[in-house]
């Protein structure tokens, strides 16, 4: 009796633990397929496959929002009902098959930006997408405007998006016109809580980046005296200005440090190198890509890998070239130059620094990568212009512009005739 009650008890303990231990495998089993789903959704998002979220519904708007392009007769623009951005976007990381993600170039100036800025305005050409473009500027700039959402208004709407309908002034493809840096403001413009946006800028070497803007932009005529004897000695004029008051230099925008003034840090701020050296470090955490104006076809095959362009996506042909002139400057003024834009010049060695270490991580293949670009670009555009010539832009300014030659092909016009593909994007979206 003793015996058949022991056994009966054991039985039923043995019986208790095996359900719960079903149990508990079975609630794992659950976790770890909801751990997989989680998983395959980002696997999904870093190759490209984005799934569109449920919170999302769509309008019939004919707005093409994706860079990758699409036949904007047939697609739907995406309307955010209380979508919660995101802090940090899921960027395909590697290779991938197609173009991907938006693009917000923080265009700086008299850095060669203005190359950058037709190439990227000929892929959005092309691909039919929504630029970030004020209104009221015959290019679109906001130059020294402080981009704020009181002012949205002023912008082009997006492809397919009414004048004015403000609500919906999001979801643009490129920006590539001068403003500011100023993160928050983009990422409400350019961002939709699912397509990926590209942070690029460009910086070029301090010196010559500060001598060409105080040609360009007159820096000595709204600086110095009428009567200034200085005056049509560029190194002569060059020296005078750097000897004016430190006040001077932090109320005009061109005079002092002016590629970390574009790219969002404060005048004020950087007298302080613990500031600027920080604020760098942001900017690292913060643009995708920092192209080197003197190193600008190695820039532009990590840009291509980066968006995954292909080769004509990056043909280009120099722009707002000026005049050559005579500006021999001794090595003396060079260092006093440097010494002045002293955050421009940590600014611009440290993501000198960055581009080659972007370099050795693309591979064994970039330099072969390198060659086949060059050469398809001299084979390319070699019957693409008839010569160059002279002509007057702002400020009265010259600049050398390439002349189209006769019978170009299609893609030789839309790398040459510049204003005119920016004149029919603005009229696409309303201007």
Partial sequence: MKNSLYTALVMLMLFTLSCLLYTVIFWDMM????????????????????????????????????????????????????VP???????????????????????????????????????????NLSFVQMADAETGHFNYHTPSFSRINELFPPIGVTKNDTGNYTGYNISAVHFRYSRAFMEALMGDGVTP??????????????VSAFRYFDVAKALLPANSTSHGDIEA?????LNLSQSVFVAHPFAWNNQLFDLGMRK?????????????????????????????????????????????????????????EDSSISSTTIDRIRKHNHADS???????????????DYGPSFDEDLETFRNLLSKRLENCTAGTEVVKVARGQENVMHVLAKDASDICWSVVRMYDVIDIIRRRQGG
Wanted: proline share 4%.
């Fill in 268 to 324: 004020p701020d950087m007298l302080n190198e613990s500031s600027v050296r920080r604020h760098v470090e942001l900017l690292e955490r913060e643009i995708d890509l920092v192209l080197i104006t003197e190193h600008f076809d190695e820039s532009l095959v990590l840009l291509k890998k980066l968006l995954c362009w292909e080769y004509d996506d990056i043909l280009y042909l120099k722009r707002r070239m000026q005049p050559l």
């Fill in 85 to 127: 951005k995101p802090k940090v976007y899921e960027k395909v990381k590697g290779q991938c098959n197609t173009s991907q993600g938006n693009v917000a170039f923080v265009k700086t100036h008299k850095t060669g930006s203005t190359t950058l800025t037709t190439i990227l305005n000929r892929f959005g050409y092309h691909k």
């Fill in 346 to 360: 940590i600014m611009y060695d440290f993501f000198n620094r960055t581009l080659w270490k972007k370099v050795s």
């Fill in 31 to 82: 976790g770890a397929s909801h751990i997989f789903r989680s998983h395959t959704t980002v696997l999904e998002t870093r190759s490209g496959a984005i799934p569109t979220p449920a919170v999302l519904t769509t309008k019939a708007t004919g707005s093409c929002q994706h860079t990758g392009g699409c036949d904007p007769a047939k697609n739907s623009k995406s309307i955010r009902k209380a």
């Fill in 197 to 210: 946006v590209y942070y690029i800028t460009i910086l070029r070497e301090p010196v010559s980046q500060f």
């Fill in 237 to 241: 004029t060059i020296l005078e200005v």
